[in-house]
T-cell receptor, first 116, second 118 residues
Framework: DTGVSQNPRHKITKRGQNVTFRCDPI?????LYWYRQTLGQGPEFLTY????????KSRLLSDRFSAERPKGSFSTLEIQRTEQGDSAMYLC??????????????FGPGTRLTVL | AQKVTQAQTEISVVEKEDVTLDCVYE???????LFWYKQPPSGELVFLIR??????QNEISGRYSWNFQKSTSSFNFTITASQVVDSAVYFC???????????????FGKGTKLSVKP
């Protein structure tokens, strides 16, 4: 039983470039969450999916950010025209929602983004 | 509005000391969930415990124990006989009930960095 995986683990990019991160959740989990964590802070919620439907987006998710989960399995998070303020750890988590009861969120190792 | 406060930014103890990490939360919901996660230097958040608002029983798991008190909106975490491997950042988190038991996203505190020295 593998956990949540994220790729790449590290990404260095220049300001203005686009970047895309991938998250593979625990196989039977139907919910997938994205969080962002900056240095010295707790993770902050960005968005989440139930199967392929994106059900909630935070105000932190500006127009430059887009997330998809096309087949209800893996998800991608794209940041367009990156800015230095986007430098952070991007965390993915998954959980199982069954009959209105949601299990615990389990996190992946994160993708650390550095924008130069 | 929901909020989690971890007032202790950093704590340093010597191995074998007991240490308590404080967590105070705010929510207007009557049904909610509380969590503790550990983030070692490697960066991955590791789930430790989950509590729902109707279960005020304290819990013990090995050297770890949790004290949930709704009257003071606190969910404190104690490590007994700390070890060097306990060194990490510990996060307390809150999740509201969306509809009939379905959890929403997690709201985290800023974390407490615990350093256990040999």
């Amino acid at each position: 039983d593998t956990g949540v995986s994220q790729n790449p683990r590290h990404k260095i990019t220049k300001r203005g470039q686009n970047v895309t991160f991938r998250c593979d959740p625990i196989s039977e989990h139907n919910r997938l969450y994205w969080y962002r964590q900056t240095l010295g802070q707790g993770p902050e919620f960005l968005t989440y999916f139930q199967n392929e439907a994106q059900l909630e987006k935070s105000r932190l998710l500006s127009d430059r950010f887009s997330a998809e989960r096309p087949k209800g399995s893996f998800s991608t998070l794209e940041i367009q025209r990156t800015e230095q303020g986007d430098s952070a750890m991007y965390l993915c988590a998954s959980s199982l929602d069954f009959g209105g009861q949601t299990d615990t969120q389990y996190f992946g190792p994160g993708t650390r983004l550095t924008v130069l | 509005a929901q909020k989690v406060t971890q007032a202790q930014t950093e704590i340093s103890v010597v191995e074998k000391e007991d240490v308590t990490l404080d967590c105070v939360y705010e929510t207007r919901d009557t049904t909610y969930y509380l969590f503790w996660y550990k983030q070692p230097p490697s960066g991955e958040l590791v789930f430790l415990i989950r509590r729902n608002s109707f279960d005020e029983q304290n819990e013990i798991s090995g050297r770890y124990s949790w004290n949930f008190q709704k009257s003071t909106s606190s969910f404190n975490f104690t490590i007994t006989a700390s070890q060097v491997v306990d060194s990490a950042v510990y996060f307390c988190a809150l999740s509201e009930d969306q509809y009939g038991g379905s959890q929403g996203n997690l709201i985290f505190g800023k974390g407490t960095k615990l350093s256990v020295k040999p």
